[in-house]
Each structure stands twice: as structure tokens, then as C-alpha cells.
């Protein structure tokens, strides 16, 4: 460690041989909290320079053994002194000394007699000027690093003098040398590729006549033939009388910056299995066909195709095997259709995106300029046949089969998403009438058949695509208006048609069997929210789930419900299932036996739709149930209808027997919660007091939850 490392005052080095002198130097310095260290020759101060790094030197001309001018030039070689401020001191006052001083190196010179008041003044003088030339030194090597990590150049062009100032990092860019590189503008324009150097120049006439900035993008060509794309930008400086008489600017490399904008929008227009063209790509470019055709008054006809039992192939072989067989039922796709060209097309030059992977195992082609709507039929015909050769992948022979449906310009839609859909809807019809074949798209078909089949095939794919979300509704008790638990409900957020209630989709979903995927990821939904709301400090309620009867008779729904909430952190207690009457009393010894094992998880379990039924109340009382809910058709009706208050009353009375708690759905009027509050319900949920909403609504309400809490508690 050297010696100035452990002062925070500046150091000076003395180098003199005459004892008297250093003495006094030492003290004019020190008294202006300068330290100092010393060396009685040449040698020795060359010596302590590597040990002590001072801030400044002062060195003896005619100090003994070399000579002050030797051991400055020997300071100045070395490099980290370079830049360190030396001031010579002599007792010669001829010019040849001085002038031999400055080329050796010397920053100033003192002669002798030293006026000592002066000398401190002096080093203070050139020990700020160093302190600004290193901060500057620093500054300009911080700027030159940034300049070379964005690949930005500069350079300055003086009109009056034609010469060009170019950074360091600008020649790197250029490829070039100093010596190189011509002195004047006109060999950076010759640089350019000749396609593009109109433009330059045409942006550097602006800027020379009006004072006009410019940006723009060109290419380069190096000397080595290697090309570079650069973005440049300009401003020009003015004379007093409104004359240009400077040009300066940057340029920026952005060659590899052009190729990842390149690769990314690959990547988002490209499927990365089969690399054919992506939805988003498809829909631009049928987009432009259908500018093109309607210009021309020609049709157009796009064809969505589906395989058939695709699913099968990858449960059977594997998901390697499904991936090879859609790259190469891509493959062949694509090559049926160009051999299909001629027979199609009016007019032969083909535009891109013809087709593309709208995803999963569905394709669709477009074909423009038809001569008549009928030949889609025979593209998507030749088409199939061709797919329903044998493939041979790792040693299997394939035969798959698809589904095609047709939609034609402008009869079935007059834009993309429209012709997608109803391609999309003829597509399904074709697969419910025996697949392997093609449907034309026709205004007749059921709407309903439709609807049903596109939602079942929109539905498989919802949770990959993230459109499933979960809304919540507060139970609240009344009196105290505390939030006593949360009910999770379903919702489906189609990029179509928008939100889907439950009622729309579940059904469909119970008859496809898409239920347990949906059901499990509800559940595992749910309890990443709770243990969200607990990690946030708010008040512990508990979240219902509601489960379908084919969940619930999975053999591993138990294991199911406890990993959801091991993955999650959560404890038991945050889960209440909810079943209804019907999913008990399928197979009531069975559901005893799941209930229990849930019990002893510690999870909560409630009857959902209470009193719609027909479970008995030996039964009722076999089960470990925690909770009733009645159902909302009995709310709905209470105020008027004096056999739905029967039933209510009577419910309530049996879950108050059995030490249930009971639960009012539907309370939509301050009439209903008056009246079942009467009859001794506490618990509610509905209108009244909620809709179904975000969790970042629940959070709201929980922690108003917990402010009120807390003022009660002060209170």
C-alpha cells in the first residue's frame, strides 16, 4: 500500500539534494496542509514515486546523480505519472532551461531563490488544475467506454477548413484508419451503399442550405466489402448572418440491433415448430389479400384445417412424435398447395402468408384470385388426400386425418376475424359429420350446433391461453358486516365474445370431460390467491371452490386438493369444497369416504344449492358437512311466496340442529336479508352486498376489513 493511500491530504514529492531547501519546502507545504515526502537524489525520488503516487512532484534541476531533466523524462515514461504536474525548480532563469524544462515534461517551473510565500500558492494552483485535468481525463475515457458499448460515433465537419474530426469509436465503426480515412465529408458519403446514398446526400444538401437536422438509416460498405447498417444523425451550426459553417453528428451501429428486431419479429410472426407463418401474420396478411382481391372484384376463400384425433397420437407416442408429425404434415401442406396453384389461381404471383399455424393441430391456407368458389373445394380435397398418406416418423407409420372448413371472400365476411370464424365454424361442422372431409361455410347451420362446437374447441385452449380467470363474492355476517368467507366463481374471458359466464361454458365443459382441468386449475387458482391475501397481512377467510361430481369421483381428488395447497403454502383451513346434493347422493357411501379423508385434511366442506336435492337426513348427518348454503330459487322469492319462507326457515332450523353453519345465496333486496336474518340466518351473499369481482376488488375489501378491525380494537 503506498504512503498517500493513508492520508486524505494531497502529497507532494520533493526531490532536491540540498538538505535546507527540502526543510523549507516541507514547511511551507505542510502549513498549507499539503504532506510531503522526500528524496535526496534522482534515483531515490524515481524510487518513491512507485511507492508513494504523489499528487504533484517538485523537482531540483541540478539535483545529484541525474540531472532533474533526465528524472522528468524518466516521470513522464512512466504511466501512471503521466499525467501527474511537476514543477521544476532552478536556479537558471535563461530561456534554453525553461524551454527544455516544458519539453521534457515539466507542468511549471519556480526559480531560485524560491519565494516561499508564493510556492504553496503555486502547488495549490497546480494541484487543482491536475484534480480538473483527471476529472476531465475520467469523464472523457467514461464517455469514450459508452460511445464503444452503444456503438456511437461522432464527428465534427468545419466547412471553412473541409476538415472532418472522427472519433475513435466512428473509424471502428467506419473500419478505418486516421490515415485512412479521407479528410473531408465527401469519403463518408462514398462509404454508403450506392442504392442508398441519394438519400444522404439529399438530407446533407438540407442541411447545408437551411440549417436542416437530418436522421436517417443507410448501409456501409467497409473496405473490406463487409456491410454495416448505421443511423445517423446531424445538426448544423450558423454564423451570426445565418450562414452554416459547421456539420456535426453521430453514428450509431445498429447492424446487430436491426437483426434481433429482425429475429424477434420472426419470432412473433413465426411459429417456432413448423416455422410457417403465426395468427397474428396470418390475419395481416389476409388482411392485405382481401385489399387486393375486392380491388379487382375477385373472390377469395380461406380453409382451416384441423387433424382428427390428434390428441390420441400424442397420448400414445409422445409429445416428441405429435411435434415431428406437425412439422411435417406443415411440410406437406405447404407443398400441396403450391402444386394446387395453377389449378386455383387467376392470378399467379402468390402472396406470403398463403399458410400458416393458427395453433395447436390447427392450420389454414388462403388462396386468392379464384376463378370460381367452387375451386376451394378442390384445393381442400386435394389437400386432405395428401395429408392422409402415411407418414413415418421414428419408425411408426402415421395415418392422420383432418377436418377442413372453407369460408369465401366477401359472401361469408368481409374481413379477416369474420372469415376465420366462420372457416373456423364450417371446420367443426365437417368434424361432426364424420371428419376427414370439408364443409363450406353456410348461414344455415344451427347457430347453436356452431356455437356449441366452437366453444368446445375454443375451450380446450383456454387455460393455455390465460382466458380463464377467477372472480370472488364475499359471504358477509350480518350485524357485524364482516366478511366471513369468499366464494371463487368462474369466469371465461373469450377474445371474441368476450366475458362467458359459467352457465355457457360448464355444462360443455362436464360433457367434454374438460371439467377436471378446469376444476384443478380453479382450485390451485384459489389457493395461490389465499395464500396471496395471508401473505399480505389480511384478515383469514376462507375461500370456497366449487367441484364438480367428475371431479370429485377421481380417485386422486383427495391427493389433488391436498398438493394444491402444499404447492401453495396454505393451510387446510383457507379451503372450503363445495358440493351439491346430487354429487353426494350419486354414490353416497363413496362420497362419505372422500368427505372424510378431506376432513381429516381439515379442509371445509359445504352443500352448495341446499334444498334442491333429495339427500335424506340420515345421510345429511353421516357426512362431516360444515356448511348449508340454500339455494338462490328459495331467496329469490321469499318476500312473496310463503312456501319458499317454509323451506328457509325449516333449513335453517335443520343446520342450526346439526350445529351447521347456513349460508343465503342470492340476497339481492334489504327486504330478503331482513327477513332470513329474522329467521335466523347470519350469513349471506348476493347483490346486496356484492357481485362477483377481481381479487384486487377483494383485496380492497379486506383491508378495509382490517382498518375496521383495528379501529374496534383501539376503540
Excluded at 130 to 149: T, W
Excluded at 183 to 188: A, D, M, N, P, V
Excluded at 213 to 241: F, K, M, W
Excluded at 546 to 559: C, E, G, I, W
Aim: aromatic residues 6%; proline residues 4%.
Amino acid at each position: 500500500m503506498s504512503e498517500h493511500s493513508t492520508s486524505s491530504r494531497p502529497l507532494a514529492l520533493v526531490i532536491d539534494d540540498d538538505d535546507i531547501v527540502r526543510l523549507l519546502v516541507r514547511q511551507t507545504l505542510e502549513t498549507a496542509a499539503i504532506a510531503v515526502a522526500e528524496a535526496q537524489s534522482g534515483e531515490q525520488g524515481l524510487e518513491a514515486l512507485a511507492r508513494v503516487r504523489p499528487d504533484i512532484v517538485l523537482l531540483d534541476v541540478m539535483t545529484s546523480g541525474r540531472d532533474g531533466f533526465e528524472v522528468c523524462t524518466e516521470i513522464r515514461a512512466l504511466p501512471a505519472s503521466q499525467r501527474t504536474p511537476v514543477l521544476m525548480m532552478t536556479g537558471h532563469d535563461d530561456t534554453e532551461s525553461v524551454n527544455r524544462a516544458y519539453e521534457v515534461g515539466a507542468t511549471d517551473f519556480i526559480t531560485k531563490p524560491i519565494p516561499w510565500p508564493i510556492l504553496a500558492h503555486r502547488v495549490r494552483y497546480m494541484l487543482r488544475a491536475s484534480q480538473s485535468l483527471e476529472r476531465l481525463a475520467r469523464s472523457e475515457a467514461r464517455l469514450a467506454e459508452a460511445q464503444r458499448l452503444a456503438q456511437l460515433g461522432h464527428w465534427d465537419w468545419d466547412l471553412a477548413s473541409n476538415e472532418v474530426y472522427r472519433s475513435p469509436e466512428l473509424l471502428r465503426i467506419l473500419g478505418a484508419t486516421p490515415e485512412s480515412s479521407s479528410s473531408g465529408y465527401r469519403g463518408l458519403i462514398e462509404m454508403v451503399h450506392a442504392s442508398e446514398r441519394g438519400e444522404l446526400e439529399r438530407a446533407l444538401r438540407r442541411a447545408l442550405n437551411s440549417a436542416q437536422p437530418y436522421s436517417l438509416e443507410c448501409r456501409i460498405v467497409r473496405a473490406d466489402g463487409t456491410q454495416r447498417v448505421v443511423h445517423e444523425r446531424a445538426v448544423a451550426d450558423c454564423d451570426d448572418n445565418g450562414a452554416v459553417i459547421r456539420i456535426h453528428g453521430t453514428t450509431q451501429d445498429i447492424t446487430e440491433h436491426q437483426h434481433a428486431e429482425q429475429q424477434i419479429r420472426h419470432l412473433a410472426m413465426y411459429d417456432t415448430l413448423t416455422d410457417l407463418p403465426n395468427r397474428q401474420f396470418f390475419k395481416e396478411q389476409l388482411g392485405h389479400s382481401i385489399a387486393h382481391v375486392a380491388r379487382w372484384s375477385q373472390k377469395l376463400a380461406v380453409i382451416v384445417l384441423d387433424l382428427d384425433r390428434f390428441k390420441r397420437i400424442n397420448d400414445t407416442l409422445g409429445r416428441n412424435v405429435g411435434d415431428q408429425l406437425l412439422a411435417a404434415v406443415s411440410a406437406r401442406l405447404t407443398q400441396s398447395l403450391r402444386s394446387a396453384d395453377h389449378v386455383t389461381r387467376v392470378d399467379p404471383s402468390p402472396l406470403p402468408g398463403n399458410v400458416a399455424r393458427l395453433g395447436g393441430d390447427e392450420f389454414t391456407v388462403q388462396l386468392t384470385g379464384l376463378a370460381q368458389a367452387a375451386d376451394a373445394g378442390k384445393v381442400a380435397r386435394r389437400i386432405l388426400s395428401a395429408l392422409a398418406q402415411p407418414f413415418t416418423l421414428n419408425g411408426h407409420e402415421i395415418v392422420v386425418t383432418a377436418s377442413a372448413g372453407i369460408a369465401v371472400y366477401p359472401c361469408d365476411g368481409e374481413d379477416a376475424d369474420t372469415l376465420l370464424k366462420n372457416a373456423d365454424s364450417a371446420m367443426y361442422h365437417a368434424k361432426d359429420h364424420g371428419k376427414d372431409d370439408y364443409q363450406y361455410f353456410s348461414p344455415s347451420m344451427n347457430a347453436s350446433a356452431l356455437r356449441k362446437l366452437t366453444l368446445e374447441s375454443q375451450l380446450r385452449k383456454a387455460t393455455e391461453r390465460g382466458e380463464l380467470l377467477l372472480h370472488y363474492q364475499p359471504k358477509v355476517e350480518i350485524g357485524t358486516h364482516r366478511i366471513a368467507g369468499i366464494e371463487a366463481l368462474i369466469r371465461w374471458q373469450h377474445p371474441e365474445l368476450g366475458m362467458i359466464a359459467p352457465a355457457d361454458f360448464i355444462p360443455l365443459a362436464e360433457e367434454t370431460g374438460l371439467i377436471v382441468p378446469i376444476g384443478d386449475w380453479v382450485l390451485a387458482q384459489a389457493c395461490r390467491q389465499a395464500a396471496a391475501w395471508r401473505a399480505a397481512g389480511l384478515p383469514r377467510v376462507g375461500i370456497a371452490v366449487n367441484m364438480s361430481s367428475t371431479s370429485f369421483a377421481q380417485k386422486d381428488f383427495v391427493a389433488k386438493v391436498a398438493a394444491a395447497l402444499d404447492d401453495a403454502k396454505l393451510d387446510a383451513r383457507a379451503i372450503d369444497i363445495e358440493l351439491t346434493e346430487s354429487v353426494l347422493m350419486r354414490d353416497a357411501e363413496a362420497a362419505r369416504a372422500t368427505l372424510c379423508a378431506l376432513k381429516e385434511h381439515g379442509v371445509g366442506l359445504s352443500i352448495d344449492d341446499f334444498g334442491t336435492g333429495y339427500s335424506s337426513l340420515a345421510y345429511l348427518r353421516r357426512f362431516p358437512i360444515d356448511t348449508l348454503k340454500i339455494d338462490r330459487s328459495f331467496v329469490r322469492d321469499v318476500i312473496d311466496n310463503p312456501e319458499d319462507a317454509a323451506i328457509i326457515a325449516a333449513i335453517i332450523a335443520l343446520g342450526n340442529s346439526l350445529g351447521l353453519a347456513v349460508v343465503a345465496e342470492g340476497v339481492e333486496s334489504e327486504e330478503q336479508a331482513a327477513l332470513l336474518h329474522a329467521r335466523g340466518c347470519t350469513l349471506m351473499q348476493g347483490y346486496l352486498f356484492s357481485r362477483p369481482v377481481a381479487a384486487d376488488d377483494i383485496t380492497i375489501m379486506l383491508v378495509t376489513e382490517r382498518l375496521r378491525r383495528r379501529r374496534n380494537v383501539a376503540a
